[in-house]
């Protein structure tokens, strides 16, 4: 039994190989999963933000003295 080259390797090498990789892939998306963030609202979960606070609005455009373009 030569197991140390992937190509020269028995069956059940090749299934262990498998086998650790699938339960690899299941544990990077579960922890993905895991780690969004919980936002609630009243003890619903939902799945958006909201911004709160006072409304900043623009001013009038003005220009400059170096190129008398408009700043919007």
């Known amino acids: 039994m030569n197991n140390s080259s992937l190509t020269s ?5 090749h299934l262990k190989v498998v086998v650790v990789s699938l339960v690899a892939a299941i544990l990077v998306v579960g922890v993905g999963i895991l780690a ?13 933000l909201e911004a709160s606070g006072p409304v900043i609005r623009a001013g009038k455009p003005t220009t400059t003295a170096a190129d008398q373009r408009i700043i919007r």
């Open 9 to 13: 390797a028995d069956s059940a090498t």
């Open 36 to 48: 969004k963030p919980a936002f609630s609202d009243g003890g619903v979960t939902a799945s958006r």
